[in-house]
């Protein structure tokens, strides 16, 4: 059994209740809330893998719109012992889960600025959001292999909130389309 997991139930609003193969699982938004959520269902169950489905913000502006494979992750509202940005004291800088070079930033607010953005930017993010970092390492520490796919639903700038609320249907629409087309 696969475990399929979101954020929100919005992002799962186009797919139906049961897929074939996978329990669902809703973290809520946030690192402490997606790392307990997962850390529970994953002491519970023995899963295959997990398949994260939800929205992000693109930061990069070379990133297109439409549904993204997530090949590392980073936090960014991380500070190490040192004063750098985007290190941890004890955690990796990245986590790897892919070949490419799609990289997402994680941290625990919505990033709607263009100040905010281009500090992201800077650190090597193409994509934002608030669980995948969190998702990668409890993933890893219980051995389940991963994989994270992230529709583009806004660009973290100035009224990116009513964006994604506008944008979050069509994102969950495509996620799902593009899921089914691996369940055919």
């Known amino acids: 059994m696969k475990l399929l997991v979101a954020a929100l139930e919005s992002e799962l609003v186009a797919f139906p209740e049961q897929v ?3 329990d669902r699982l809703v973290t809520g938004p946030g690192k402490i809330m997606a790392a307990s959520a997962l850390t529970r269902a ?3 169950t023995a899963y295959e893998e997990i398949l994260v489905v939800g929205t992000a913000g693109a930061i990069d502006p070379d990133i297109a719109p439409g549904i993204h494979v997530i090949d590392r992750v980073f936090q960014y509202d991380v500070i190490d012992d040192k004063g750098v940005a985007g290190h941890h004291v004890s955690m990796p800088q990245n986590l790897r889960l892919g070949d490419g070079d799609v990289v997402i930033a994680t941290g625990d607010s919505f990033v709607d600025d263009a100040d905010t953005v281009r500090a992201i930017h800077a650190l090597g993010g193409h994509l934002v959001d608030m669980e995948a970092y969190v998702y990668t390492w409890v993933a890893g520490e ?3 292999p991963i994989r994270i796919w992230k529709a583009v639903s806004d660009t973290a700038q100035d009224g990116a909130n009513q964006t994604w609320e506008a944008a979050v249907a069509d994102c969950s629409r495509q996620l799902w ?6 369940l055919d």
């Open 20 to 22: 074939p193969g996978y």
């Open 42 to 44: 994953l002491c519970t």
């Open 142 to 144: 219980f051995g389940v």
């Open 177 to 182: 389309e593009r899921l089914q087309s691996e």
